[in-house]
């Protein structure tokens, strides 16, 4: 039972998370077209919910604590490529 409300309350939205995130990461972050207030509202978006997945992966702990850490750790990679890919220096101007 236990492992049913994980999976829909912590990793299933987590992945469709992902999957979104990592799609909507603006296509001018680094290139030449960049916005420097569209890369920081996209990364306010993100960082909230950021917040909000980590707080639900500490039910995964209750669980699995391995899996929680490696989970956190897979979290913080995506969250460092990410902030990493937005505050990149670009060639455009508009920064």
Excluded at 30 to 52: I, P
Excluded at 69 to 89: F, H, K, P, S, Y
């Amino acid at each position: 039972m236990l492992r049913k409300i994980v999976s829909s309350v912590v990793i299933e939205p987590l992945l469709k998370w992902i999957l979104e995130v990592t799609a909507a990461i603006p296509p001018d972050c680094v290139g030449t077209e960049f916005f420097a207030a569209e890369s920081q509202a996209y990364q306010a978006t993100f960082q909230k919910a950021m917040v909000t997945h980590r707080g639900n992966l500490v039910m995964l702990k209750q669980l699995d604590a391995k899996l929680f850490d490696v989970a956190n750790q897979r979290l913080d990679l995506i969250e460092d490529g990410v902030l990493g890919l937005c505050t990149a220096v670009p060639t455009s101007p508009n920064r």
